[in-house]
């Protein structure tokens, strides 16, 4: 069940949201439309338009869709000639068969699944692709998993993700089997913006502020003392990048 308070907190957090979460990579968006640019694809809970700028860089004809006021402007300032939309997953200001593909990034877990996807056959056309893309941190990296476990322990939540389930066939009859693949790519970070980054989830927005210098402290102190990360100014992290599709029949 979607936990109301948490997904209405990131508006608060734009501008970090925008600056320390991680982008997607190009063949992970590419393999989710489905479709040659330059198809109109709608990207639902654009955010701050973390994946709405990868898909203009690919020459995608861009309809981004945001419910928050305050992430809509974020990714009005940061993405030039783009005005998102106000809407939700499960309600879209676009006519019936209007795009070619709907995707979503990490705001697919925020959906109500079943309503989303009848919105999404609603909005496309035949054979258009439905996409959820989801950045999950590798725990089999040893300092990641400690980062993990710290997360867990003065944060609760689910670790790499933060989030739900994936995309499961059965939400909509006009969309076909789920299909699903990996990607990777990795980001660069120092020890302020991995705090930045842990700082845009949503269980460290609500969490009070002495949690979050618990959590400051801790993070801190895994960057000076773990064997992977001490003495080191800067430090790759990687991601396995999560695609689901399904298509219109």
């Known amino acids: 069940m979607v936990d109301h308070t948490r997904a209405r907190s990131f508006g608060q ?6 600056r320390y ?3 997607y990579p190009a063949p992970a968006v590419t393999w989710a439309v489905g479709h040659p640019a330059p198809a109109r ?7 701050t338009g973390k994946l709405t700028r990868v898909l203009c860089e690919l020459g995608y004809d861009v309809v981004p869709v945001e419910p928050d006021a305050q992430m809509r402007a974020r990714l009005a300032a940061a993405t030039p000639g783009l005005t998102p939309l106000a809407g939700s997953a499960e309600q879209v200001p676009l006519p019936d068969g209007s795009v070619d593909a709907v995707v979503a990034g990490q705001a697919y877990h925020w959906f109500d699944p079943p309503r ?3 919105e999404g056959a609603r909005l496309l056309r035949p054979e258009g692709w439905y996409a959820a893309i989801s950045n999950e941190r590798d725990e089999s990296v040893p300092w990641v998993a400690a980062l993990t476990a710290i997360t867990i322990e003065l944060l609760g939540g689910r ?3 933060d989030d739900g389930p994936g995309m499961t066939d059965g939400h909509h009859p006009d969309l076909g089997p789920v299909e699903r693949t990996e990607f990777r790519h990795s980001i660069t970070l120092t020890p ?11 269980h460290y927005i609500t969490a009070s502020e002495e949690r979050k210098r618990e959590v400051d402290a801790a993070i801190r102190d895994l960057t000076t003392t773990h064997p992977d ?5 800067s430090f790759p ?10 298509r219109r029949r």
């Open 159 to 161: 670790g790499a993700r």
């Open 192 to 202: 302020e913006t991995l705090i930045g980054m842990i700082s845009t989830r949503s």
């Open 229 to 233: 990360l001490a003495g080191r100014e």
């Open 41 to 47: 694809v709608v990207d639902l809970g654009a955010g």
């Open 116 to 118: 989303a996807h009848a």
């Open 21 to 23: 979460r991680p982008t």
């Open 237 to 246: 992290l990687t991601y396995r990048t999560v695609v689901h599709r399904c």
């Open 13 to 18: 957090a734009a501008e970090a949201y925008d």
